[in-house]
Structures are given as C-alpha cells and as structure tokens.
C-alpha cells in the first residue's frame, strides 16, 4: 500500500544552519505530496504542498521538490532559525481534499 | 481559509467511560476526517465522515468503539467509547479548505489531548 518514509528525529542544528529533513514515499498512482509542521504545544498546520512531478513548494523560507524519479520531496532551508524548532511531517493525499497518509515526523531543534 | 476549533482541548478520563469530542468548521465542507496521533508517533486516519452517511473506516478502527456523527456540513463528533490507557492521544480534525466540493488542502483542527487513567 501506500506509504512515506521520512529520515528519523531529532535532528539537532545551530542556528543559521542548512536543514534537509528527507522524505520518500511509495505510491500506486500519483499523489500530491505535502509538509505539514507542529510547532510545540500547537496543531498542524500546512507548510507547503506539491501537486504533480517537479512542482516546487515553498513557504517561510522552506523548499521542497516533487521528484518523481526519485520518489521523493525532501524539504530542505538554507538557515534554519530557532523559531523553526518543531516537528515536521511529510504527507500523500491522492485528493487535495482528501485522507492524507503521513511519515512518522521528524523532530527539529535549533540551538541559538 | 477554514477554521476549524475542537472541543475540548484536552480531558481526563476514566477507563471504560467515553468522551465526545466536537469539531466545527467555519465553512460547510463535504467530507471531514478524523485522525489520532498516539504520543511520539505521526498521525493515523481513523474515519472520513461525509455528511449524509455512514463514515468510513480504516483498517484497525470500528464503530462501535470510535461512533463518529456528522449532523450537517459544518459539524462532527467523535467519541471514544469505554476507554483503555492505550486511548490516550491526541484526537485531530480536518477539513478541506474552500468550501462545500473542495478539493483544496486539509486543514487540522487544534486537537484535543485525551488521558486516560
């Protein structure tokens, strides 16, 4: 069945660091892919989304590429900020609106 | 874009009693879907509940233990019934945002982080 795969927490950096949290998925159509962030204490909230191959999301500062070849939508930030400590997730859906199948989330922590 | 708040928050409970849970959208929204992230772990769907039938379930989740209802097409609740410590989660909801057919993005509602002792 479908599925993603993300790379395992905590992943720990300094400020002003270069963040790639890896993503991949397994699919047996072709599904829009998403992040979604939980900031401590808080709900999910989307943080970019990816529609078909080689469509870039981007918001805050955060990319990430629709790779088809690759299976994958790494979600990468050239200087992460400690006000980006949270964890992220790596989602499918096969619908926009539809049931989204999530990665186990990867925890980030920034250090001043 | 929708809002969608849940209440309550949070609560604690004893085993074997249940707990409702409520979600309300802003917008009316065709399907509404109910998640649970158990502590440390990503978020699993438990049911899509579309307003007018039945909701859906995934594999591993039940009516009779997670009844959910959909009364009209800004509102749903879920309740966990006769509940173990293993129930003890956080319970989301999400809706798309956009109106009615939406197919646009899911947004979550804030949670509600159920203990149970």
């Known amino acids: 069945g479908d599925s993603v795969t993300q790379m395992e927490g905590p992943v720990t950096l300094s400020e002003e660091a270069f963040l790639t949290i890896n993503c991949t998925y397994t699919?047996?159509?072709?599904?829009?892919l998403f992040w979604y962030v939980q900031y401590p204490g808080e709900g999910l909230q989307l943080l970019l989304k990816?529609?078909?191959?080689?469509d870039k999301g981007s918001n805050k500062g955060f990319e990430a590429t629709y790779r088809k070849e690759t299976t994958s939508f790494h979600l990468e930030k050239g200087s992460v900020q400690v006000s980006d400590s949270a964890v992220y997730f790596c989602?499918?859906?096969?619908?926009?609106?539809?049931?989204?199948?999530f990665g186990q989330g990867t925890e980030l922590s920034v250090k001043p | 874009s929708a809002v969608i708040s849940q209440k309550p928050s949070r609560d604690i409970c004893q085993r074997g009693t249940s707990l409702t849970i409520q979600c309300q959208v802003d917008?009316?929204?065709?399907?509404m879907f109910w998640y649970r992230q158990q502590p440390g772990q990503s978020l699993t769907l438990i049911a899509t509940?579309?307003?007018?039938?039945?909701?859906?379930?995934e594999s591993g989740f039940v009516i009779d233990k997670f009844p959910i209802s959909r009364p009209n097409l800004t509102f749903s609740t879920l309740t966990v019934s006769n509940m173990s410590p293993e129930d003890s989660s956080i319970y989301l909801c999400?809706?798309?945002?956009?109106?009615?057919?939406?197919?646009?993005?899911?947004?979550f509602g804030p949670g509600t982080r159920l203990t149970v002792l």
């Open positions: 917008s009316q929204v065709t399907m």
């Open positions: 699919a047996t159509g072709y599904p829009s």
């Open positions: 999400s809706a798309p945002r956009g109106g009615t057919y939406s197919t646009d993005t899911q947004y």
């Open positions: 990816a529609t078909k191959a080689d």
């Open positions: 509940a579309n307003q007018g039938s039945e909701a859906t379930y």
């Open positions: 989602a499918l859906s096969y619908n926009q609106g539809g049931k989204l199948i």
